[in-house]
């Protein structure tokens, strides 16, 4: 391998981010970046949409806007985007799920026992057939716009039985918090590309994981002036992704 083909492999396998996390929990949330500019740096991940306008999922190069009534629809190029992350995904870790329900607290404790270590971020995917999944949709807020824990509240939920479909999303080490959301933070479509949302709860009857390593984040902050002057760290910012997110502790988010 050249020098040229080493430093091209680092920049494939990093992912690419558009503001933090802690800047959704301050309430920004005018999108900035166009998905157009998104896909440009990856074509597996997720986020969300102007004025948190539901959820998105990047599968195979194609942006889906997860709405709060369940369906799905292809993004605009010209829509954008106030938080999203994106990676190249890689096949470094590839497993099958064992015999029987796979549920969220048994594939973390398999995914744990495989890789490397706490401290690098982790693209991870899982392809096969939900025999129950349930998801939540924040909708759409307007401004003055409240914290992602106060939108969060409005979300609509729902849940699916066998229903084949793909998980979508990453693993980030805790030191990450504010900037990204630490622990697990997942995304469902279904083989269709017409169900979905932010994961909370989930059992696999069959599938396969697969796993990419990320050594390098790259971040774009926003030029917006409030993100200059928002408060974005603090003792209890933990805690508020866990809760904005559906989980009991940002380990399990």
């Known amino acids: 391998m050249?020098?040229?083909?080493?430093?091209?492999?680092?920049?494939?396998?990093?992912?690419?981010?558009?503001?933090?996390?802690?800047?959704?929990?301050?309430g920004l949330d005018d999108g900035d970046l166009t998905i157009a500019e998104l896909l440009r740096h990856g074509t597996f991940g997720l986020g969300t949409f102007d004025a948190l306008?539901?959820?998105?999922?990047?599968?195979?190069?194609?942006?889906?806007?997860?709405?709060?009534?369940?369906?799905v629809t292809v993004a605009a190029g010209d829509r954008t985007t106030p938080f999203a992350a994106v990676t190249d995904l890689h096949a470094d870790i590839t497993i099958d799920l064992p015999a029987g329900h796979t549920d969220r607290a048994a594939l973390i404790?398999?995914?744990?026992?495989?890789?490397?270590g706490d401290n690098y971020f982790y693209a991870v995917r899982v392809d096969g057939v939900a025999a129950s999944v349930t998801t939540r949709t924040v909708r759409k807020q307007a401004k003055p716009?409240?914290?992602?824990?106060?939108?969060?509240?409005?979300?609509?939920?729902?849940?699916?039985?066998?229903?084949?479909?793909?998980?979508?999303?990453?693993?980030?080490?805790?030191?990450?918090?504010?900037?990204?959301?630490?622990?697990?933070?997942?995304?469902?479509?279904?083989?269709?590309?017409?169900?979905?949302?932010?994961?909370l709860d989930f059992a696999f009857s069959a599938g396969t994981v697969t796993v990419g390593i990320v050594r390098n984040l790259r971040l774009r902050l926003p030029s917006a002036p409030a993100f200059a002057r928002a408060e974005l760290t603090g003792d209890q910012a933990g805690s508020a992704i866990a809760a904005a997110e559906g989980g009991s502790s940002p380990a399990t988010t």
Not at 109 to 116: A, G, H, I, K, M
Not at 165 to 190: C, K, N
């Open 2 to 26: 050249t020098f040229l083909d080493d430093v091209n492999d680092h920049r494939s396998r990093e992912i690419f981010q558009s503001s933090t996390v802690g800047a959704l929990l301050a």
């Open 53 to 71: 306008d539901g959820e998105m999922v990047v599968l195979d190069g194609v942006c889906y806007q997860l709405h709060p009534d369940g369906t």
């Open 109 to 116: 404790r398999l995914l744990e026992s495989r890789l490397p």
């Open 145 to 199: 716009y409240p914290s992602l824990l106060q939108a969060a509240q409005g979300e609509q939920r729902r849940s699916f039985t066998d229903l084949p479909g793909t998980l979508v999303g990453f693993r980030s080490p805790d030191y990450a918090g504010t900037v990204t959301v630490p622990g697990y933070h997942l995304h469902f479509i279904d083989d269709q590309r017409r169900r979905g949302g932010h994961v």
